[in-house]
């Protein structure tokens, strides 16, 4: 009976932290022990890679359905849609800030004050442009069949890259913020969980495709958190949101390789 019991609170406890994951990094309503969230940001790091496969598990069963009914042209503008407002658009206005005080040439208090700012400069916009136009010209020049593992795989990265992030770099913002909320001594051990969760699943769909990805993958979080930690001395909430659409992105466009470096 106490072996049950034990078992039953560690469901618990893992579910309530899947839900604080889900609350932070999606729109679905999710109220069951919300209350508990700002004592499980810290511990929930674990699920972002979880709730990163469910976006992109959605994401890929639509696509599946809209392809028979729709041109892949319209598909893939619906599909990124999808993938820009399951999370509240939270990721691009992060890609936005950051970009507004990253490229302002400015010292590291003035970007950091740039990138609180709410209002989306003329860097921000041009930026997720290109992002944007990025992923559409990527998933458009990819076959039919590979627009679902696309689309499963790109919000599994991006998500997996913030954890990479929070493992790699401090928070720069000394009085705190959204973003601090969720680094913990675990950070490193929740971050090589998740590369072998991205692994895994690249493995499978995507082998052909493997080295190019991983690559893409880690090129863009190491050269990206670079310059954070050069310019900013550390990763803020903006700079996670925007690696996590940067990644999304270099995978999109890793699978449009024509030279597979390891034959299915």
């Not at 407002?85 to 800030?97: T, V």
């Not at 190019?212 to 310019?231: T, Y």
């Not at 949101?241 to 449009?256: D, F, K, N, Q």
């Amino acid at each position: 009976m106490a072996l049950m019991t034990t078992d039953s609170n560690i469901f618990i406890v893992l579910a309530v932290r899947f839900c604080t994951a889900m609350r932070f990094l999606t729109l679905i309503p999710i109220s069951w022990r919300a209350e508990e969230d700002p004592q499980e940001f810290s511990k929930c790091l674990l699920f972002f890679a979880v709730v990163g496969m469910l976006i992109g598990g959605i994401g890929a069963s639509g696509i599946f359905l809209l392809s028979k009914i729709f041109p892949q042209p319209v598909v893939i503008a619906v599909g990124l849609a999808y993938l820009a407002f399951i999370s509240g658009c939270l990721h691009l206005d992060g890609l936005s800030d950051s970009a507004d005080g990253l490229l302002s040439s400015r010292p590291k208090e003035d970007c950091l004050k740039i990138m609180k700012d709410s209002r989306a400069g003329a860097m921000g916009i041009v930026v997720v442009v290109l992002v944007l136009l990025t992923k559409y010209a990527a998933l458009s020049a990819m076959p039919k069949e590979t627009l679902l593992p696309a689309f499963f795989l790109m919000p599994l990265a991006g998500r997996c890259a913030i954890v990479l992030t929070m493992a790699s770099l401090p928070y720069a913002r000394k009085e705190g913020g959204l973003g601090l909320l969720f680094y913990s001594d675990d950070s490193k051990k929740s971050a090589a969980i998740a590369f072998l969760f991205l692994f895994s699943f690249v493995v499978f769909l995507a082998l052909g495709q493997l080295l190019p990805i991983l690559v893409g993958v880690l090129s863009v979080n190491f050269l990206f958190n670079r310059w954070c930690k050069a310019k900013l001395g550390g990763a803020t909430g903006d700079t996670l949101g925007a690696v996590c659409e940067l990644t999304e992105m270099i995978v999109a466009v890793s699978l449009t390789s024509s030279i597979p470096l390891i034959s299915q």
